[in-house]
């Protein structure tokens, strides 16, 4: 298990629609992970977690200081 398996995952997940559907299609968790496993993803729940965190927090880091924001004139 593995959190470079947990990026590559969310990686996938945002740039190819057909696969984010498949995996948004299975409601419980466990099943998820279940289907993320056969398509060789191999992670805990909290590795995944830890993953979407540091995203959430390096696109947070980015706004707050003026990363991709338009200016306005």
Do not use: H
């Not at 965190?53 to 004139?73: F, H, K, Q, T, Y």
């Amino acid at each position: 298990m593995s959190l470079e398996q947990a990026k590559k995952f969310i990686k996938r997940m945002k740039t190819e629609e057909a696969f984010r559907s498949n995996i948004m299609a299975v409601e419980d968790v466990a099943d998820r992970q279940k289907l993320a496993k056969a398509e060789g993803y191999e992670f805990t729940e909290e590795e995944i977690k830890s993953v979407s965190a540091e995203l959430i927090d390096a696109a947070m880091n980015s706004v707050s200081a003026g990363g991709n924001m338009p200016i306005r004139e």
